[in-house]
């Protein structure tokens, strides 16, 4: 997850696991398969954790990228 | 619920139960019916849901985007 | 209230009685009158509830939409 | 205060007595002398309440439109 | 401190002494020498006060506008 | 610091010493080295303090334009 | 870390460690990799810390530049 440019990086995380974790505290873990200008985010194969329990399942998932802090490779 | 676009996703979950879940907590089910770039979202046969529990039938609801932190199929 | 795009579904809305749900937990009831891109809300005949109980008789109120989480009809 | 796009409606209170609620709770009463598509908001003769409490003469007062939740006829 | 635009207001307010209010309840009272679109604002012989009582003497002072709820003659 | 127009007061600051407050009541306290529309600021020379008391020695500092309150003259 | 505009700034750390601080108090150390005009930063060989203490190594991390408050040379 290194370039030159921050989203450069997201790219490079396609397909690959990452934590995303979000202003409310909540994570969610799973492949990263889409993503904008925005950060807007899609993960499939995804699951929610809350102070790092699993709480559900999800399969896949959106997440608005006004509300994500930090995303990194799990 | 996969595609190279966050937007893209959405669009295949059109006509399809999702779970929307807000920053303050409350969470929204049913059928998505229609969404915008700010992801704004209508849904169709709408609940209401506080910490998992049904508080109320709305039919139809308009959530604005910038309350919404996560979308995810039921 | 259902259509393609969020704000058809708002323009169906319209001189119908809607419930307008704020980021303060503050509720509107009223005649949807008016609203714009950023979903700045008019209502006519409003009253404002608070926990469900009426507070106030307002006759018309405009809502900044930044304020606004949901939007349903009454 | 009734028509179909949300300023016009502040339009028609020109000159009138409105009530402006603030995200802090505060609220401010004034005459309506301008406004502006940010919604920031100039009152004459205003005075500033407190839970429907009169805390102060204003004379005059200019709002940032970020900051308000709700505009309607006092 | 009226006019048809807020803006014109701040404009007729130059060199006066103004009352500024920021969300986090600090007040800032000076002479207002610059403002912007964004209403951000300089004050020149300006104080700080908490809960109206004088805390700091500042010379000049910047406000950035977007914590900034209300400007008022003093 | 005193000009028509807010950032150029802060071009009249450059390379002398500024408090920069933030929204989480942090303080900077170094010499103005750079700023940009957005009201990014680079201090050199910095130090923070919490509550008036020094907590560490920065060298320079980037602090980001959306989290400040307000900068003035030390 | 000085230059005339802010973004030269953290141009000028590139490769370097640096370390930066989020709105929620998390602290996260690494070598600054990449970074755009939203602030948005990819750090390498990274860790979390929190009050100062370290929490998680994190390898790669992307911080979404509207949490981050301050960035300063380790």
Redesign the interface.
């Known amino acids: 997850?290194?370039?030159?440019?921050?989203?450069?990086?997201?790219n490079n995380a396609r397909d690959k696991r990452v934590l995303v974790e979000?202003?409310?505290?909540?994570q969610?873990i799973g492949k990263l398969?889409?993503?904008?200008i925005h950060?807007?985010?899609?993960l499939?194969d995804?699951e929610e954790r809350i102070d790092s329990e699993v709480k559900r399942k999800?399969?896949?998932?959106?997440?608005?990228?006004?509300?994500?802090?930090?995303?990194?490779?799990e």
Chains 1, 2, 3, 4, 5, 6, 7 share one sequence.
């Open positions: 997850m290194e370039a030159s440019r921050p989203l450069d990086t997201l979000l202003k409310n505290n909540k969610y398969k889409a993503f904008d950060i807007n985010i899609v499939a995804a999800l399969g896949s998932v959106f997440i608005r990228g006004d509300t994500i802090t930090v995303i990194s490779p």
